[in-house]
């Protein structure tokens, strides 16, 4: 028998993950919520993300219903620093940051999986997340979640051959309605929460206190600029934009107009037609493969270069120590920079990399 | 079964404690304040509860206020004295290891025009009579020191401060909610004017704590609409759980006297703290000698405490990290702080308080439970361990 670390949002997913967990194995099951913030301050109450008190409040009575222990393991630090500040640094460098992604793999299935794993002397964690876990050929396989509109691997691409042998995902096989109808079966008071979308820490998707909060980024206006470096407008500081925006610009060109290119050094955003967007090419640093080793040198695959995308089909070659140039069959729309690029053969997530700016292309 | 070391938390409800407040949950149900027999059935019992009380303090029973808890208690004690001397002036002296039941009414009297004189402590959680005589000025109305302390245990000279009150002329609370289950408390060798106890901790039922105010003490109440208590707290009382205080308290006054009681206890409390600081990188906090005999805490080097007793409780032992109660709140302890302890390594507390039913097999289970969640911890966070991180880096940030 092992014991294995349930990681409670206070969601309906992890309820229920925690509740498959603890119903239908054998092994020993402690529930975890993680406190990401510290309490109180203003705005606490109204919040509804899985930072909030509420949330922990709905975790541990969801805890007390499978019978199982709970405890609340505190990752302020390491979230504020690899989650909230990296959000921040993000946007600060031009580029468009990835926080769903950042916290599975530092909290997660970092802070979560090492301190978590030992303070409970547990062999594994599961979580509410839409994916699968296999073993084919000797290695550990990230599968995307039977629900191809709730498969999440795209936030899971970074999982190590370690990491995902320690990690369970119940819900992989199940669809949301599975889940809210087995929710609500087992009297869960998480069953008809609704769907957690805006980012946690944003409240109200306003991110440009948190840079000055964070960062004391306040934002100095600077020339937008056409494809061809024509001034068109101004805007309100550059780390306000991101690759593909298209609302808030106040450039009125005739044809809709979507940010190309965001220039840090010279406070600059580049806009171009929808057309001058999309791109064919462009190239990622950080590469990470699921099973260890890339394919091959150079190899097929599909590419997903934003949650909820349709992926593409695509060539991949691999570029310098940490890189990869991705080729598309067709273009895609915006690739932007600091956005995860995640690579797929059939259902299976082979990894990815971070899109990379493009100067950073230039120079590769 | 499951070794409990958080005493200083909460209590299990002692049998005789419950077998007396039976009688009051059921056919004794009627209001103190009532004219007719029920009523007066349900007095008799409160009145020999607030008699009982009043003799282990060394008071008389009018001098003795039931109230909801130790917390109640405390916020009384500070709000009701200080009001109703405010004419006189408007200074409190307290200390900067104060339960937060006495730090934060003390707070909110200074949002209200008050000034407040935090006096500190020495590395061992002490707090000098020196300091706090020279706290003391013309304004003072209010000075408050507990008399143990509830996270290291330390306990405090609080007749040699009473004393100075007592010249200075100015009201003296003392915070015996730790101590009470230990110490034999005389009002009158404290030279008190308010003292605050609880039920809770020692073996009495929640939901009840009392108030010593000596006669002659002017205190405003906290709770207006009705006359119970003196005019010091409106609200019917409770009754079985004033009962179950009084018996849960002269029983353990009973054992305080005993020394065969307080030195086993002190016995384990050693041992505790001698098998726990022989583990590198763990250290005691609070006095060595001067402490509750129950009480041993220490803080741990490179772990969160929240995370090992997570730990322990998996495997069984019960304990605290002995700071504030909120929910996997990392706030380092405004004890551990004000004691001279650096916030990173006031993170790695632990308490353990020792109670009756504890034994010496519970010691030797708890310092191996200890050290082999402590190894556990460390090794799955590098960046803290000890060996490689000095002090000096507790100020990088951990990216």
Known sequence: MSRIVAAMSGGVDSSVAAALVAGGTPDEVVGVWMRTHPFGGEGWEAKRSCCSPDAADDARRVAQILGIPFFVLNVEDAFGARVIDAFADAYLQGATPNPCQACNQYIKFDELLRRGLAAYGADQVATGHYARIDRIDGRWRLLRALDANKDQTYFLWVLTQEQLAATRFPLGQLSKPQVREMATQLGLPTADKPESQEICFVPAGDYRALLEERRGYAGEPGPILDAGGTRVGTHSGYAHYTVGQRHGLGVALGEAVYVREIRPASNTVVVGARDEIAQAQFTVRGRHFVAGEPPAERFEARVRIRHRAPDVACTVSLLGADGLLVETAEPVWAPAPGQGAVLYDGDECLGGGRIAHHDAAAAA | ?399
Not at chain 2, 376 to 385: G, K, T
Request: overall charge negative; some cysteine.
């Open chain 2, 1 to 399: 079964m499951s070794i409990y070391l958080d005493h200083a938390s909460t209590t299990p409800l002692r049998r005789e404690a419950l077998e007396a407040m039976l009688p009051y949950l059921s056919e004794h149900w009627g209001n103190p304040s009532s004219i007719h027999h029920s009523g007066r059935r349900a007095r008799q019992g409160l009145d020999e509860a607030r008699e009982s009380v009043a003799m282990l303090l060394g008071a008389k029973p009018r001098e003795i206020v039931f109230t909801s808890g130790g917390t109640e208690s405390d916020n009384l004690a500070i709000s009701g004295v200080a009001w109703a001397a405010s004419a006189r002036g408007r200074h409190i002296v307290t200390t900067a290891i104060e339960h937060k039941a006495v730090l934060q009414e003390c707070a909110l009297l200074g949002r209200h025009g008050f000034d407040v004189t935090y006096v500190g402590v020495d590395g061992d959680g002490l707090v000098d009579p020196e300091a706090v005589a020279a706290a003391i000025n013309e304004r003072t109305v209010l000075v408050s020191v507990m008399a143990a302390n509830n996270e290291v245990g330390t306990v405090q000279p609080v007749a040699e401060i009473g004393s100075i009150c007592r010249a200075r002329r100015v009201a003296f609370h003392v915070d015996a909610v730790q101590a009470a289950p230990f110490l034999p408390i005389d009002v009158n060798a404290w030279q008190a004017d308010v003292v605050s106890i609880s039920g809770h901790k020692l073996y009495g039922p929640k939901g009840i704590g009392a108030l010593f105010v000596r006669q002659g003490t002017a205190m405003v109440p906290l709770l207006q609409g009705g006359a119970q208590e003196r005019q010091r707290r409106a609200g019917t009382e409770n009754v079985a759980a004033a009962v179950g205080l009084a018996t849960a308290f002269a029983l353990a006054a009973d054992e305080a006297m005993l020394t065969a009681e307080s030195s086993r206890l002190s016995g384990l409390r050693d041992a505790l703290l001698a098998g726990l600081t022989v583990i590198p990188g763990v250290h005691r906090t609070g006095h060595a000698t001067q402490r509750l005999p129950n009480s041993a805490s220490v803080v741990i080097d490179g772990i969160e405490g929240g995370d090992l007793v997570a730990a322990l409780d998996l495997e069984g032992i019960e304990a605290s990290t002995g700071s504030a109660c909120t929910t996997g709140s990392v706030e380092p302890s405004h004890v551990l702080l004000a004691m001279g302890i650096d916030a990173e390594r006031a993170r790695g507390s632990l308490r353990l308080t020792l109670g009756r039913e504890n034994t010496e097999a519970d010691v030797v289970a708890t310092i191996d439970a200890v050290e082999r969640g402590v190894a556990r911890l460390r090794a799955a966070a590098p960046a803290r361990e000890p060996a490689e991180a000095p002090a000096a880096m507790s100020a990088a940030p951990s990216v």
